[in-house]
């Protein structure tokens, strides 16, 4: 290459040693490089199973991987048969297409254990040489016993001695999210604080009073220790409702329990608020301090009066507590706080604080779980279609620690398929991200990735090259929704329609109940006409 040729002499076709030896170097390089990036690759990890998004702490995750199961085999079944038709409808050989699909099942299960089928990990192989077919077989199990639970309404009460008692089973339909040794430990503080407490708040959020509530934990209350109990349903975070929602739900829930509205806590930074004249922190917390006060020197017992708070997750059971601690002056110090949280979950054990000595403050909540099953004695304001819809709601409902959302978009879609019905409140949370008016198909919510990409952009969430990262615009929307900043609440059932449902029992309940608590005159009915409906930001 680089010699010089003596005139009339050919150039040699030979490759030159060095160009040789350079090849050669260049390719080793070349070849060491790749097996280094093959090492650290983690390609091959892609064939193993997709997580389907459950968090551990969910309760009966058994079950829903089970049902996942059962829809993964019937798509696949239904695949199967569809090839079968199209292949037999092409050969004109219809009779063959038993046969076919037959062997089309075969093939496509050789190839699942040879795993050439990224999507559908484990096959539930009748030889036992795959171990997730004894997962699957233990999940169903689960998921009977389960189902027989739900049956007996057996499942809640069963952590004591008195599994009989049917009476005192209200919970079973109720979804714990934990596995069953924390679903037991919450079980047992929230029957510890129902058992320990002669005045029971039960905290509801005023964005959404019905979903957050259970008939038959307001049954079990009343029918625990003969009816000795009170119960005050408390309508927390009404900064985050207008005032004629506000009031129209303190009307409706009257009828059934006395109720007071509360401001436990100040809002999350940015979140949209409404200024109801007078419902600050302090003067919320003072009357409701100043009623339990009233209730304990009305009932001059030799003991103190225990008072117990019990609540969905996250709708600020440990703020109600804290503020009620704040009121104790110079004792604040001397107890910590329950901690509170914007993440569900906060909260776990159980302790009393002496007030003084008439009241004492149980000030671990109960955790009341919310409910996606659709049962006899217990009706939840929402029935999830399926497992992807049950978790999606119980996300927006905060009942699941952000950490253990695994995908946060069909929480997404379900909250914009709610908004969708407020064209209000969708054009309020299109303002939230400075994006244009978005058209929202209320049917199949197909605008949620729109949405996403959208909000990624507008929030920097961005993987790289710049392409949104959806899952991190999901969480930022979820994060949004649970602090309030995007705005969203229920409206009160009509007051003329239900007007004659409440019992007479229910309305002797009140009135005799807010009696002894004092609660005439204390807000709800005359700052709720009174109120400006300004909105503050
Ligand atoms: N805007 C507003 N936010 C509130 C109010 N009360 C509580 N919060 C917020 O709601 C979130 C949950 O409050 P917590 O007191 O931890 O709720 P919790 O029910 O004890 O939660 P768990 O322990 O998870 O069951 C926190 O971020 C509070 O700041 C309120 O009156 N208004």
Redesign the pocket.
């Known amino acids: 290459m680089g010699g010089v040729n003596k005139p009339g002499k050919k150039a040699s076709k030979r490759t030159p040693t060095r160009l040789k030896n350079k090849i050669q170097k260049a390719s080793a390089a070349k070849q060491r490089k790749d097996r280094k990036a093959a090492k650290k690759n983690p390609e091959w990890v892609s064939k193993l199973k997709k997580d389907p998004g459950i968090p551990n702490m969910f309760p009966y995750k058994d079950r829903l991987l089970a049902q996942i199961e059962e829809d993964r085999v019937r798509r696949k079944e239904e695949q199967i048969q569809r090839r079968a038709a199209v292949k037999a409808t092409k050969t004109g050989e219809v009779a063959d297409a038993q046969n076919t699909a037959e062997n089309a099942m075969e093939e496509d299960d050789d190839s699942e254990l040879n795993g050439s089928d990224d999507e559908d990990m484990d096959d539930e192989a009748d030889d036992g040489a795959n171990p997730l077919a004894a997962l699957l077989a233990s999940a169903r199990k689960a998921a009977e016993k389960y189902e027989r639970e739900l049956q007996s309404g057996s499942d809640m009460d069963d952590d004591d001695d008195d599994e009989s008692d049917d009476e005192e089973a209200p919970m079973g339909v109720i979804e714990v999210p934990g596995g069953s040794s924390s679903r037991k430990a919450f079980d047992k503080v929230f029957k510890q604080v129902v058992d320990q407490a002669d005045v029971i708040l039960y ?1 509801l959020d005023a964005r959404d009073p019905e979903g957050t509530r259970s008939r038959d934990v307001e049954r079990s209350v009343r029918r625990a220790a003969g009816g000795g109990k009170r119960l005050i349903l408390i309508l ?5 409702v207008p005032p004629p929602v506000l009031h129209g739900w303190l009307a409706h829930l009257r009828r059934d329990f006395p109720t007071l509205p ?7 930074p940015n ?1 949209h ?1 409404f200024n109801h004249r007078d419902m600050t922190v302090q003067s919320t917390s003072g009357a409701l301090f100043r009623a339990l006060k009233t209730f304990a020197a009305s009932r001059n017992l030799k003991r103190a009066i225990s008072v117990g708070v019990i ?1 969905y ?8 507590i804290n503020s009620l601690m704040s009121r104790l002056g110079g004792n604040r110090h001397q107890h910590a706080a ?1 901690p ?8 776990t054990s159980i302790r009393a604080v002496k007030i003084d000595s008439k009241l004492t403050l149980l000030d671990s ?1 109960g ?1 009341v779980f919310p409910s996606t099953v659709a049962s006899g004695s217990n009706t939840p304001t929402f029935v999830a279609k399926n497992a992807t819809e049950a978790h999606a709601h119980l996300i927006l409902m905060n009942a699941v620690p952000p950490k253990q959302i695994d995908d946060p978009i069909p929480a997404v879609t379900l909250l914009l398929k709610r908004l969708s019905a407020s064209p209000v409140l969708v054009e309020k949370m299109m303002k939230v991200y400075d994006l244009p008016p978005l058209l929202l198909n209320p049917e199949n919510g197909d605008a949620t990735m729109d949405f996403l990409v959208q909000v990624a952009r507008k929030r920097g969430r961005l993987g790289r090259g710049g392409v949104p990262n959806i899952n991190a615009a999901a969480m930022t929307v979820i994060t949004d929704w649970r ?2 900043r995007i705005q969203g609440w229920a409206d009160a059932p009509e007051p003329v329609a239900d007007c004659d449902k409440a019992g007479t029992d229910e309305k002797a309940i009140t009135t005799e109940w807010a009696k002894e608590f004092k609660l005439e005159g204390l807000w709800g009915d005359e700052s709720a006409a009174a109120v400006d409906d300004v909105e503050m930001q």
Do not use: F, H, M
């Open positions: 905290v927390n975070k009404v900064d985050l509360l401001r436990a806590s100040n809002p999350a979140a608020t609540g997750p996250n709708v600020g059971k440990s703020s109600v329950c509170a949280g914007a993440e569900a979950g906060v909260t909540p955790i602090d309030g």
